[in-house]
């Protein structure tokens, strides 16, 4: 079991995960309010997990599904907000878990989301933390 964890104020790792676009037709089985701007509704996938998101481009808001019960509302925790405005937003302080061989093991990471083109998303994970 790992017995010590750590965050930083810098990067300590960086990868790119998957983004598989589900739409409003989607497997989640509540979404957030439409508000005004268009959604990227889908999840991130990494290794032995996926984590549902929604992401509200014009707006700078991200909605996780932190206790991935398939529900983008009741998550209160998993609202985050931030300045930057365009085709890549940068939402920091996130806090999730991931699946390792030795249990859960708590992450946290600045999520960098790309608009690559229509319904076209890439995630950068940059990791601020460490466990041992």
């Known amino acids: 079991m790992l017995s010590r964890y750590r965050e930083v104020p ?3 790792e960086t990868w790119w995960v998957g983004f598989t676009e589900r ?3 989607s497997v989640f ?4 309010e439409a508000g005004t701007g268009p959604w990227g509704i889908g999840e991130i996938t990494m290794p032995g997990a996926a984590l549902g998101l929604a992401w509200d481009r014009k707006n700078g808001r991200l909605v996780l599904d932190l206790n991935r ?17 365009g085709s890549m937003e940068v939402f920091t302080n996130v806090h999730f878990s991931v699946p390792t061989r030795h249990g859960p093991s708590p992450l946290c990471s600045d ?19 460490c466990s041992w």
Do not use: Y
């Open 69 to 85: 019960d398939r529900d983008l509302t009741n998550d209160p925790e998993g609202v985050f907000e931030t300045r930057d405005r």
């Open 23 to 25: 739409g409003k037709n």
């Open 10 to 12: 810098f990067t300590v």
């Open 29 to 32: 089985k509540k979404l957030p």
């Open 111 to 129: 999520l960098a989301i790309h608009e690559l083109g229509a319904k076209q998303l890439q995630v950068e994970v940059r990791s601020r933390s």
